[in-house]
């Protein structure tokens, strides 16, 4: 059994802090599970543009607001507390948070924590064994 908790991972190299947002990663590769965990705050009037070419993702918004956009269909929808968006055909999209939006994240396969978004918003596909 793992039990973990945020403040377990804020400010160690598990908590990823970028200009639009922060992730503290709870849950990665290493724990052995088959999906990665994180806690997500965009940050309220940033454009946040991100392809998971390698990976599945789904986002549950549990405060805040905004919209996600599927770039491919040009279809926007809103976003509030109690929201879930997959990208589960590892869709681009653009996320506009219209005020601090925390959102916890399920990663398939699993993040290692040491990925970091390339020019097109793509995570490379890393694995432990790398």
């Known amino acids: 059994m793992i ?14 802090k970028e ?17 990665s965990v994180h806690e997500t705050t965009l940050y309220a009037g940033t454009v946040n543009d991100f392809w998971y070419a390698n990976h599945i ?5 549990y ?8 770039k491919a269909t040009g279809e926007t ?13 590892h869709d681009k999209h653009q996320v506009r948070p219209k005020t ?9 396969p699993p993040v290692t924590g040491r990925e970091v978004h390339d020019e097109n918003g793509v995570y ?7």
């Open 57 to 61: 993702e789904a986002v549950f918004v």
């Open 124 to 130: 490379p596909l890393v694995t432990e064994d790398d």
């Open 63 to 70: 405060e805040g607001e905004g919209e996600v956009t599927n």
């Open 100 to 108: 601090d939006m925390k959102t916890v994240c399920v990663f398939n």
């Open 77 to 89: 929808h809103q976003l509030r507390p109690g929201s879930i968006y997959v990208l589960n055909d």
């Open 3 to 16: 039990v973990r908790t945020l403040d377990e991972v804020t400010d160690t190299d598990a908590d990823i």
């Open 19 to 35: 200009p639009n947002w922060r992730s503290k990663r709870i849950l990665l590769a290493k724990d052995g599970v088959g999906f």
